[in-house]
């Protein structure tokens, strides 16, 4: 058993699923309002966009979770999402994802393209969606992503009860519309509830979006080879100089 897959043991004591630990006092909240006001944070002021979607578990499929990824575009190639468990105040922040253009993919070695997944099925089956933009705005945009490919590192395992960032990091894979890629029935109605919309209704607006054909046989791997990846943590000798220069 890879460790992204191993229990973690008992949790620390507390309720449901808040982390550990005690309230704010008013001093921590003073600090924190006169830190927003005086510093720039402009890594987060560059944050553009909220994509709302889902994604499995990379080494158990059997394991799919609702998403929120909050997406800071550096260029036309190259895209970066912190991953939230919801877009509430109390989120909690549960992964990265990288998003990259077929161009930079193609430029990969095989082994780092088998860690990445399509796009293009979560877009055209209206999965993916930005809350309260209108489609007409978000389909251009659409067209480019479902040419995309990601890298999502889920860090906290919130859907088996972890309170805390518990264990190794899980290399999380994109729905796709074949057997063990399609997103339960429940979990896209209680999304789309949530934010009043349809899948459905998404999907047959997008039915005129392109997917094209993949250039590489390695993303979305489990679809090939119908293996997954896991994580497994291991002691090692430390290095006593760098290897880089």
Same mark, same amino acid.
């Given at each position: 058993? %890879?460790?992204?897959?191993?229990?973690?043991?008992?949790?620390?004591?507390?309720?449901?699923?808040?982390?550990?630990?005690?309230?704010?006092?008013?001093?921590?909240?003073?600090?924190?309002?006169?830190? #927003?006001?005086?510093?720039?944070?402009?890594?987060? !002021?560059?944050?553009? #966009?909220?994509?709302?979607?889902? %994604?499995?578990?990379?080494?158990?499929?059997?394991?799919?979770?609702?998403?929120?990824?909050?997406?800071?575009?550096?260029? #036309?190639?190259?895209? #970066?999402?912190?991953?939230?468990?919801?877009?509430?105040?109390? %989120?909690?922040?549960?992964?990265?994802?990288?998003?990259?253009?077929?161009?930079?993919?193609? %430029?990969?070695?095989?082994?780092?393209? $088998?860690?990445?997944?399509?796009?293009?099925?979560?877009?055209?089956?209206?999965?993916?969606?930005?809350?309260?933009?209108?489609?007409?705005?978000?389909?251009?945009?659409?067209?480019?992503? @479902?040419?995309?490919?990601?890298?999502?590192?889920?860090?906290?395992?919130?859907?088996?009860?972890?309170?805390?960032?518990?264990?190794?990091?899980?290399?999380?894979?994109?729905?796709?519309?074949?057997?063990?890629?399609?997103?339960? @029935?429940?979990?896209?109605? !209680?999304?789309?509830?949530?934010?009043?919309?349809?899948?459905?209704?998404?999907?047959?607006?997008?039915?005129?979006?392109?997917?094209?054909?993949?250039?590489?046989?390695?993303?979305?791997?489990?679809?090939?080879?119908? $293996?997954?990846?896991?994580?497994?943590?291991?002691?090692?000798?430390?290095?006593?100089?760098?290897?880089?220069?």
């Amino acid at each position: 058993m %890879a460790s992204s897959d191993e229990n973690p043991g008992a949790m620390p004591p507390g309720d449901g699923s808040v982390p550990p630990g005690k309230p704010m006092t008013v001093g921590q909240h003073i600090i924190d309002k006169g830190a #927003q006001m005086m510093q720039s944070l402009k890594p987060i !002021k560059k944050m553009s #966009q909220h994509v709302c979607t889902f %994604a499995i578990y990379s080494h158990d499929m059997t394991r799919q979770i609702h998403t929120h990824h909050y997406v800071t575009r550096l260029n #036309q190639d190259f895209l #970066q999402c912190a991953v939230y468990d919801s877009d509430d105040s109390t %989120a909690r922040l549960i992964g990265v994802e990288y998003i990259i253009s077929e161009r930079i993919l193609d %430029a990969l070695p095989p082994d780092e393209q $088998k860690l990445w997944h399509s796009h293009g099925y979560e877009i055209t089956s209206g999965l993916w969606m930005n809350p309260r933009v209108p489609e007409m705005i978000e389909k251009p945009e659409l067209k480019d992503l @479902a040419r995309t490919y990601g890298k999502f590192w889920c860090t906290w395992q919130v859907d088996r009860g972890d309170r805390l960032p518990l264990g190794a990091p899980a290399l999380m894979m994109s729905p796709q519309g074949v057997n063990m890629g399609m997103i339960k @029935a429940e979990l896209v109605e !209680k999304r789309d509830l949530k934010h009043n919309i349809s899948s459905d209704e998404l999907r047959k607006t997008r039915i005129d979006i392109p997917v094209p054909e993949a250039t590489s046989p390695y993303p979305d791997y489990w679809m090939q080879t119908g $293996k997954g990846f896991a994580i497994d943590i291991q002691n090692t000798e430390m290095k006593s100089r760098t290897p880089f220069p």
